[in-house]
DNA sequence: TGATTGAATGATAGCGCTCCCATTTGGGGT
DNA sequence: ACCCCAAATGGGAGCGCTATCATTCAATCA
């Protein structure tokens, strides 16, 4: 039974003969047990166990030319943005059998493209990617993947194959309509990192504040470092200088936002009466701090969640019950754009 | 040339055909150039580039009997303190032949457990887990796993194989021994979630005080809840009411700490003339925060990228010039620990 | 009753790659 | 001139599993 380079561990082959079956029947006992009779069924189960036998994942893979990798591709590991679509992901797939392996393309497109290459290559079950602005080469592999392929973090009307998200452009426009019906008039944005999310989340503020007649662009400040919440409280002087009149800050994420707050506690500046400040995400910190942080929650655990679910649905042969899906958002306004605030 | 069940896509025959050699002289003009003459390299090289070609993962593992994964098991993914580990790892990883797949085990030894067997099936390049410990068998099945194995976040000095870590009771202590030298004298220890870590950083805490005369075991609050920002502020109110004239407080990790200096805020209490608050891993938030919180730092992208590169170094060949590595850390002491600030 | 069907099982042939060993070739050493 | 050795290349087989098609056998129907 020994031929020379074999793992040592069981085989398929090893369980049929311990079973008095063929080696094909083993496989579909473990993969598609309804299309064995009970009473092989059990001896092959019972030869599985008696052996300690677990396929190989690899050479499954390379028979079926499927493999149970569910691939996914988001920008970055160090938001704790992600690690929340993440926690979802790994929780909506429980004990399906597949596993999720991810990458993350450092907020570049193009390294994006060079993952799904590598992705398809391994022949994924399903893969999942972060919002819609893939390269033309990236787009392409995605479409002619043989899988599903889901977009999350983002709505649109054309996705790949199918979408998970929110319109980042409206929830800027309804924390900007906030601060402006919570009487700011000297609206600033500060923003860091400024990817293609953050980017529409501006739009919807310059929409919102332009529509106002509110709008200056000199209130904007933005800059392509990674976000912090050291560079918040730089963002924030930086602005002040500009534009020392400012009365109010959208945040593009609520490191800035509370890196805005520590600046004005320093400062002296009193939140919210000469400074309101709201951030993006609601991260559990912004509930927290004293005083507290508006922000706008953002659902990433269920768009992660969901994002699987729809996945498994449909490599179960289900169809989806809608392919375009819109979690939403929801303002939480709290003390730092609270005016009328006692104290 | 179509066969019927293939993929589709170009194969080591399709490309040694055009390029008129063997398809053993691409496989190995692909994994050791060097064993291949200049000539043929090129011949074969063209041939790739003209084909598109791509090797199987799959293949490549079936065949070889070990595949391209370096699998990660940690405890928590929403945990940002991994999340620095992890971008360490991907950054030493660079372009080495080899992914990263990672499964949390949601701080179980079991489900962590089961990960190591489902990862050792896949006959991964190497393994790396986190702390010491494992089960029985999780151990055992480590110690036979045919690939380098790397323990991290802590030290010891029975690793399975390599570890690099720092000393978690050591920091404890030092921390602890801070706030005495700075004079606090009630001290208490907020603590969430108490995994083996957390654990030691007590235990450290504990021989601290019990040394200089000071330990009260009444100071120590600690749940077995997951840390956030919040249950900082619910575990200072508790302490509080035990014992209302702590005068400082050591804080398993920086939520705690951050929730405990909110709720400090909030009731007015003066930190830190009246209480001390030490949190610990040192997240950029503890610096940017006003008052800054002191903490400790650690080296967690460090330990990630060390344990990847060790791990890579054994692959290559090259023996390890040390299987244990202490990364140490280092004593953030800042604001909320500073008795004689000025403000 | 004989033809027909469908479910259950098996034999065979790969999937795409690499291991192992054999073969060839072109120098050194003596 | 001889042997020997190392480097370069190839042939053949097999990694562990599953797709495909063939076979068996009992149940069904005209």
Redesign the interface.
């Known amino acids: 039974m020994k031929t020379g380079?074999g793992?040592g561990r069981p085989t398929v082959a090893d369980v049929a003969a311990q079973a008095g079956v063929s080696p094909i029947t083993v496989s579909r006992t473990l993969r598609t047990p309804d299309k064995v009779s009970p009473e092989l069924r059990e001896q092959v189960m019972a030869a599985v166990a008696a052996l300690g036998y677990?396929?190989?994942?690899?050479?499954r893979?390379?028979a079926s030319?499927r493999?149970d990798v569910i691939g996914v591709i988001i920008p970055s590991?160090?938001?704790?943005v992600f690690?929340?679509v993440?926690?979802g992901m790994?929780d909506a797939l429980a004990d399906a059998p597949y596993?999720i392996?991810f990458?993350?393309n450092h907020f570049s497109p193009f390294e994006e493209e060079r993952l799904i290459?590598?992705f398809i290559?391994?022949?994924p079950a399903a893969l999942i990617v972060a919002g819609f602005d893939q390269t033309e080469r990236g787009r392409a592999l995605l479409r002619q993947a043989a899988c599903p392929v889901v977009q999350i973090m983002e709505t649109g009307d054309d996705p790949i194959d199918m979408v998970v998200g929110f319109s980042q452009r409206a929830a800027g426009a309804a924390v900007t309509q906030h601060l402006i019906e919570a009487g700011y008039r000297r609206i600033g944005f500060l923003g860091a990192r400024m990817d293609p999310r953050t980017l529409r989340r501006l739009d919807g503020f310059r929409a919102a504040l332009t529509e106002a007649g509110l709008y200056d662009a000199g209130r904007c400040v933005t800059t392509p470092a990674p976000s912090?919440?050291?560079l918040?409280?730089m963002l924030l002087r930086d602005l002040l200088t500009r534009r020392p009149d400012t009365d109010a800050v959208f945040c593009n994420n609520d490191d800035i936002a509370?890196?805005a707050l520590?600046?004005c506690?320093?400062a002296a500046i009193p939140v919210p009466q000469h400074m309101g400040i709201a951030g993006f995400n609601d991260l559990?910190?912004m509930?927290?701090?004293?005083p507290s942080v508006t922000s706008v929650r953002t659902f990433r655990y269920r768009m992660g969640y969901l994002a699987i679910e729809m996945a498994l649905k449909e490599l179960a042969g289900m169809p989806p019950t809608q392919r375009i899906v819109d979690v939403g958002f929801e303002l939480k306004v709290r003390d730092t754009t609270n005016r009328y605030l006692t104290g």
Chains 1, 2 share one sequence.
């Open positions: 380079r793992s677990a396929p190989d994942p690899n050479a893979a390379l030319a493999s590991l160090t938001n704790s690690s929340d993440l926690t790994y596993q392996h990458a993350n290459a590598g290559r391994q022949k912090t919440f050291s918040g409280r509370m890196g520590f600046e506690q320093q559990e910190l509930e927290a701090s004293y």
